[in-house]
């Protein structure tokens, strides 16, 4: 368990040395190395992880495609990163390190638009770095290409941009084709206008990605009522920050633009336990609230400066929110069902054949 808790100490420590700040924090040179070390241990676990087997034969069957035929499969980016791993080193740790690369960029982006930056990368260490970016390599991808989508829907104010970041995280996984209408829902002008491209856009990556899987999808996840432990917990994780923010989102700095954005999101988040209530495969439910987790990230890092304290780089509130992420990675590791698919920590280097 010790290298988890190093990623966590790491950003736990540059938390308690934080202050806040709202220009950004893109001078910070220590972040290529945050990026780095994620894309690392992320990249170059080894036999770490739910998936990992089945990830295994996503290897082998790129062996026998053609170029062409990549480009047909269902998430064609990431099938496109194993095919060239076949056609180069032929290891599955390069796949990885390429899907963990991309995570990282994302959420180290993603953080460092927030105003603790090192708060936010903190939040993130116990389930989006460790489970998800270390068990679902596919979704991490598509999450951290979210991320930018996000940065460019706030800071750059760009809808184009933001669609286009949702359609390359769809080649990895399709089912991030279901953030694109955040969008239309968060425009503050031409929101007529802004519906129609969007929805046209939607429907046009509906045909290219989704609509081959979906028979597929319903039967893989509705019909056989596949359902996930710990499913509810995890739709509560992300239903408690979103009640947070709904209830003092008037605290929060925010634009008018930002405000409409993560308004529209906490109520998606808390649509997810009615979700959860009526679906009969809760794994459905479960995969599609990760692309949540960065309301996680969000809420939890800005309060601090949300309730601020005097005399304080952190106060107690920001200490509170160290002390719940580290319970959460606490709980996960020694008592989830499947963290045995996590344990122990593996290095490919050193353990691999």
Not at 123 to 148: K, N
């Amino acid at each position: 368990m010790l290298p988890y808790w190093f990623l966590f100490v790491i950003p736990a420590f540059g938390a308690l040395n934080e202050r806040t700040t709202y220009r950004g924090n893109a001078t910070h040179k220590s972040f290529i190395g945050v990026i780095l070390l994620l894309s690392v241990m992320i990249g170059l676990r080894f036999e770490v992880g739910g998936d990992w087997d089945a990830y295994l034969r996503y290897l082998d069957r790129s062996r026998y495609l053609s170029f062409f035929e990549v480009l047909t499969q269902g998430d064609p980016g990431y099938i496109l990163v194993n095919w060239l791993a076949t056609r180069t080193v032929d290891t599955i740790w390069f796949v990885n390190l390429v899907c963990g690369l991309f995570f990282s960029v994302g959420l180290v982006a993603f953080a460092k638009a927030q105003p603790r930056p090192w708060l936010a990368l903190l939040v993130a260490i116990p389930y989006l770095v460790i489970v998800v970016a270390m068990g679902y390599s596919r979704q991490a991808v598509a999450i951290g290409f979210a991320m930018l989508g996000l940065v460019a829907l706030t800071r750059d104010r760009s809808n184009i941009k933001f669609v286009i970041w949702v359609a390359l995280a769809a080649t990895f996984h399709k089912t991030a084709l279901l953030l694109v209408p955040i969008a239309a829902l968060s425009a503050a002008r031409g929101r007529v206008w802004t519906a129609c491209w969007i929805g046209v856009s939607t429907v046009l990556l509906y045909y290219l990605f989704l609509e081959d899987s979906v028979d597929r999808l319903i039967y893989g996840y509705i019909e056989r009522e596949y359902n996930s432990q710990g499913a509810a917990i995890r739709v509560t994780m992300n239903a408690l920050p979103a009640i947070i923010f709904l209830l003092a989102r008037r605290r929060f700095y925010l634009s008018y633009n930002e405000r409409r954005l993560w308004t529209n999101i906490a109520f998606l988040a808390l649509a997810f336990i009615g979700f959860l209530i009526v679906s009969p495969s809760s794994t459905v439910v479960d995969r599609m609230a990760l692309y949540f987790i960065p309301l996680q990230i969000f809420v939890l890092s800005r309060l601090p400066d949300a309730f601020p304290e005097k005399e304080s780089n952190i106060g107690l509130i920001g200490v509170s929110v160290i002390l719940y992420s580290a319970a959460i990675q606490f709980v996960w590791l020694n008592f989830a069902a499947n963290s045995h698919a996590w344990l122990p920590y593996q290095f490919y280097p050193l353990l691999g054949e």
